[in-house]
């Protein structure tokens, strides 16, 4: 580990202008470690010439940021995928937003992958984030929100209990000037027993929880 950190600096030191490295835009800062990573991790940082178009890339004032990124973790959904991809192009498209999908494969072991891949290939505003393995929703949802760019995120599950058509509801909102916007679900098709569970759950996280969680709000 020692050695390649050593390398990475000689390959930093010598190739890339300091000037270079964003230290202003939060974004581009991400990314910017974002690639330092992924080029650490393939062994490339002697790849100098990579390196430092990858940094020139990342402060590109020209590539459009999507004003809309929807985060959408997904574990084993291929039977959902490509028709919520066409429910949520739909509205999209409807109300003319610039958007970007980044769908989050937390390991999935069915065909889910294979689709996004092919979705993907057919839409440039798809993203996939392919974790290693099955890490479970929330942390899924974490890894999406690191790589999506948009002015506002929308997160949202994959198995259409979300319900796409909703979406410029909470897009209104937040035009209107609210930083956060959530959903209350008003009734849950489960039987009494999920219900309840639900209900002290929602209520017990709100008891423990040191930040402000409404009741009955999804994720
Ligand atoms: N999911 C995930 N990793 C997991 C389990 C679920 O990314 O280990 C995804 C799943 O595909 C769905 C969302 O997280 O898009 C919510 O999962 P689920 O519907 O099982 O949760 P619930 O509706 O019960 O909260
Ligand atoms: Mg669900």
């Known amino acids: 580990m020692q050695k390649r950190g050593l390398e990475l600096r000689r390959a930093e030191d010598s190739y890339v202008p300091a000037a270079l490295i964003p230290t202003e835009d939060p974004q581009a800062a991400l990314r910017f470690c974002q690639l330092l ?15 430092a178009a990858g940094f020139k890339s990342l402060q590109n004032p020209n590539e459009p940021v999507p004003e809309l990124s929807v985060v959408i973790p997904v574990f084993n959904e291929e039977e959902n995928v490509e028709l919520l991809y066409s429910r949520l192009v739909t509205v999209l498209e409807r109300i003319q937003i610039a958007f970007e999908i980044i769908f989050v494969d937390d390991g999935s072991n069915d065909a889910s992958l294979a689709t996004l891949q092919k979705l993907s290939a057919a839409d440039e505003r798809i993203q996939i984030v392919e974790l290693a393995r099955n890490f479970g929703h929330q ?38 000037g609210n930083d956060v916007v959530y959903a209350v679900r008003e009734q849950r098709k489960e039987g009494w027993l999920k219900r309840t569970s639900y209900a002290v759950f929602y209520r017990l996280l709100r008891h423990v929880s040191s930040i402000d969680i409404p009741l009955d709000a999804g994720d």
């Open 37 to 51: 990573a992924h080029l650490y991790d393939n062994h490339s940082v002697d790849a100098s010439s990579h390196l």
């Open 139 to 176: 942390v899924a949802i974490t890894a999406g929100l690191d790589f999506a760019r948009g002015h506002a995120v929308a997160v949202m599950d994959a198995d259409l209990q979300d319900p796409p058509e909703v979406l410029p509801q909470f897009i209104a909102k937040w035009r209107d």
